[in-house]
T-cell receptor, first 117, second 114 residues
Framework: AQTVTQSQPEMSVQEAETVTLSCTYD???????LFWYKQPPSRQMILVIR??????QNATENRFSVNFQKAAKSFSLKISDSQLGDAAMYFC??????????????FGQGTELSVKP | DTEVTQTPKHLVMGMTNKKSLKCEQH?????MYWYKQKAKKPPELMFV???????INESVPSRFSPECPNSSLLNLHLHALQPEDSALYLC?????????????FGDGTRLSIL
């Protein structure tokens, strides 16, 4: 069975600093997709960044980047120049291709990030 | 602003009531999802619809009844709920159920069962 583990229930970062959130996953598949979602207190789950397992290049979206280590099954999220609006619960998620379980999204337990001014 | 609209935002109901949650998207997506989320926990998948057909039911109790009248609308009918059903109910949509097509979430309906 596929599992996603986020080992840091809470993290804190100073405004303008950099923080890295950890995520590991367990799978026997070679083809899959990884996502980071952000959920602020407003409740909406917002897609932050995604990575295809077949791509070696790490995905980046402005201040957000990932360190994808396929052999180690690790998918960490780096937030640079942290802003107060980055404070949220961050979920790492894993998804199989269509042929497996209809593309079901499997979430980690989440990391609550606080940003100090 | 979210492109997936859920109504109502809050709902309080008794255990004998019947109510419905509504979800709407106009992005042309053909896959829609219901999730249940408890506080400080990840969302748990309940149902998946693909091209208006139910493709996944994660062994959800029959007191939750999904309906997909058309490709833009998804309903969740509620009947005889239990206090443990109090949670945030999230709707999501995606272009399809292929793994590389990200899900877009609504703001959720906060449900409280008295």
């Amino acid at each position: 069975a596929q599992t996603v583990t986020q080992s840091q229930p809470e993290m804190s970062v100073q405004e303008a600093e950099t923080v890295t959130l950890s995520c590991t996953y367990d799978t026997s598949e070679s083809d899959y997709y990884l996502f980071w979602y952000k959920q602020p207190p407003s409740r909406q789950m917002i897609l932050v960044i995604r990575q295809e397992a077949y791509k070696q290049q790490n995905a980046t979206e402005n201040r957000f980047s990932v360190n994808f280590q396929k052999a180690a099954k690790s998918f960490s999220l780096k937030i640079s120049d942290s802003q107060l609006g980055d404070a949220a619960m961050y979920f790492c998620a894993y998804r199989l291709p269509l042929r497996n379980q209809g593309g079901k999204l499997i979430f980690g337990q989440g990391t609550e990030l606080s940003v100090k001014p | 602003d979210t492109e997936v609209t859920q109504t109502p935002k809050h709902l309080v109901m008794g255990m004998t009531n019947k109510k419905s949650l509504k979800c709407e998207q106009h992005m042309g997506h053909r896959a829609m999802y219901w999730y249940k989320q408890k506080a400080k926990k990840p969302p748990e998948l309940m149902f998946v619809y693909s091209y208006e057909k139910l493709s996944i039911n994660e062994s959800v109790p029959s007191r939750f009844s999904p309906e997909c009248p058309n490709s833009s609308l998804l309903n969740l009918h509620l009947h005889a709920l239990q206090p443990e059903d109090s949670a945030l109910y999230l709707c999501a949509s995606s272009r399809g159920i292929n793994g590389n097509q990200p899900q877009h979430f609504g703001d959720g309906t906060r449900l409280s069962i008295l």
